[in-house]
């Protein structure tokens, strides 16, 4: 606030000067709000009063000669630059070393939403020398699981999107290790073996009262583990607790469940032997410590883990590693809830997890996004604990940046019509970056018979080529005839001049057209398929068109009976 004052009066000086003398108070009072974007405006109103007030009493002579010092030490103030990139890290800035993971699990490939760990996670790492660690917790063999190779699939969309990994880990090939925490933990008191029916369980809990099972003493509760180790307990019949204050507000943090018994677990890294699966609560806080996590990114929605897991690393000495937790992700319409995903491409709805509606890295990489369009929304999110509904407006802006040199330009129609025009003159026009040449006599080219049915005036101009008067209306709907109508350019008509149909320089309406039409099938981003048609040109996979008044597309293939593309914005 100190700069505050001082701002004020040099301002008010510099617009009493140029006013006469008299400084207005609400254009001081908008280039402060400019000038300090973090002070609210209740705070900066009294203050620009005052100054306003102070320098309106000043002599005329008095406010030139302070306005003349100012303006010869460079009277001119920027506004402090908005942050870019992401906010430091004071705890490294002292030299503590940053270790990050990104801890998935593995039931389904990175979307943007889970990705957003991940990024940032790498972010930091790369910020301060340190290390990334991609760990799956595959802990889960019965609700959630695990997908088929996801060290291949989180490879793959991890590097395209800008992230190298290093150390992979998977939490279910560790289960010894836990195992030996939980007999540690159980052995000093720690934890129990719960044996009571559910409901009855949950009773007691919500009552803030303890289970009978959890005050027999260290070796009754170490014979109960070994029971549920060796398979001795069925599934249901025992789970391992961590004991914690049982009049904790949070009914969720009393007593949380550290182990169960997997009767027959799915998982295609199960041993035939392992029928206790900890809960990713428990085996997170033990991996975090024994590969020495410093920094955990991670959704709003998580952040009672850290309440939770505290327990944990009070039981056993260890330190906790700093941690940062960010509200949810939400892009347009795009579906970033893997359950939803998951149980909509079970369904049919979607045809798999690379689906246009989807937000997935596969998707989203398909549709023609850029990674560096993705990490710029991402930085621009923050890591506020508010939720970021991203525009795809703003990504659309970021990744055109990206492509727009790269994509070839295409008349593109949807409901042709044949245009017959007799009495033509031979030309060459200029079209989408390429000569078409027109002949003399009878031509014909393809045109919109919607936008044609727009046209009020019997005369309009084909699109860098000539004007047309039409003569008679559609036959069967399927060609319209006109008579060439002179070379009348609409001056300062170019390539890039409107759309379909739009008003010309020199009024008269000016309209795409297609001499030869080749199919071009569109999926937009509903999944809708529409077929339309382009001048016939040589397109690769991976190649963007710009497609005139619709927007950018990427080529996703060409082996059909006609190419097919993916929208990705306007």
């Known amino acids: 606030m100190d700069q505050l004052p001082q701002d004020a009066h040099r ?3 510099k617009n009493a000067f140029e006013h006469s003398g008299k400084a207005d108070l609400g254009a001081l009072i908008g280039k402060l709000k400019a000038l300090h974007r973090e002070l609210d405006i209740k705070k900066i109103t009294p203050v620009a009063a005052e100054a306003v007030k102070k320098v309106n009493a000043m002599p005329l002579p008095e406010i030139e000669k302070e306005f003349r010092e100012f303006e010869g030490k460079g ?113 000093m008191g720690g934890a129990y073996v719960c044996t009571c029916e559910s409901a009855k369980w949950k009773a007691k809990i919500d009552a ?56 027959k677990p799915v998982h295609p890294r199960a041993t035939g032997k392992d029928f206790v699966w900890p809960s990713f609560m428990f085996e997170s806080a033990v991996d975090d410590h024994d590969m020495g996590v410093t920094l955990i ?16 690393y009070d039981y056993f000495g260890w330190k906790e590693p700093h941690a940062i937790h960010f509200g949810r992700l939400s892009i347009g319409d795009m579906v970033l809830s893997k359950s939803r995903m998951r149980e909509g491409i079970e369904k049919g709805i979607y045809t798999g997890w690379d689906d246009i509606r989807l937000g997935t890295l596969k998707a989203l990489r398909r549709r023609g996004f850029k990674a560096e369009a993705l990490h710029k929304i991402l930085i621009d999110s923050g890591i506020t604990t508010s939720d970021a509904n991203v525009s795809i407006a703003k990504l659309a802006s970021y990744n055109r940046d990206l492509i727009k040199g790269k994509a070839q330009r295409a008349t593109y129609i949807t409901d042709t019509i044949k245009l017959r025009v007799l009495m033509a003159e031979a030309m060459e026009a200029e079209k989408d970056g390429a000569t078409i040449e027109l002949k003399a006599g009878v031509e014909e080219v393809y ?54 149909a739009d008003k010309g320089t020199g009024g008269k309406q000016v309209l795409g057209w297609i001499k030869e039409p080749m199919d071009l099938e569109v999926l937009m981003p509903d999944g809708r398929r529409e077929v339309g048609a382009i001048e016939g040109m040589e397109i690769a996979k991976g190649e963007y068109l710009y497609l005139d008044r619709k927007g950018y597309v990427i080529i996703d293939s060409v082996d059909g009976k006609r190419p097919v593309a993916w929208f990705a914005h306007e």
């Open 75 to 187: 009277y001119e103030l920027k506004p402090k630059p908005e942050r870019e990139g992401l906010p430091p890290l004071e705890w490294a800035e002292k030299g503590e070393s940053v270790v990050t993971r990104f801890a998935p699990n593995p039931n389904g490939p990175p979307h943007l939403g889970n990705a957003r760990a991940a990024y940032l996670s790498y972010a930091y790492a790369q910020m301060y020398n340190g290390k990334f660690i991609l760990r799956f917790e595959d802990t889960d063999p019965k609700v959630k699981k695990p997908m088929d190779e996801p060290e291949k699939a989180f490879r793959e969309d991890l590097g395209w999107f800008g992230i190298k990994v290093g150390e992979v880990y998977f939490a279910s090939d560790r289960l010894q290790l836990y195992y030996s925490h939980m007999r540690k933990l159980t052995e």
């Open 208 to 263: 803030k009262k303890a289970c009978p099972c959890r005050g027999k003493g260290a070796k009754k509760q170490l014979e109960l583990l070994e029971k549920m180790v060796s398979h001795e307990f069925k599934e249901g019949e025992a789970v391992l607790r961590i004991k914690t204050d049982l009049k904790h507000p949070d009914p969720s943090v009393r007593d949380w469940w550290a182990a169960r018994i997997v009767d």
């Open 447 to 500: 045109v919109s018979a919607s936008e044609l049915k727009k046209i009020k005036d019997p005369v309009f101009r084909l699109r860098n080529a000539y004007n047309v008067r039409v003569e008679n209306s559609a036959k069967e709907g399927i060609m319209v005839e006109g008579k060439f109508a002179g070379r009348g350019a609409s001056e300062g008509q170019g390539e890039n001049d409107g759309g379909a």
């Open 297 to 312: 990114l991670r959704g709003q929605e998580h952040a009672q883990n850290s309440t939770k897991q505290k327990y944990l």
């Open 11 to 13: 301002y008010a000086i």
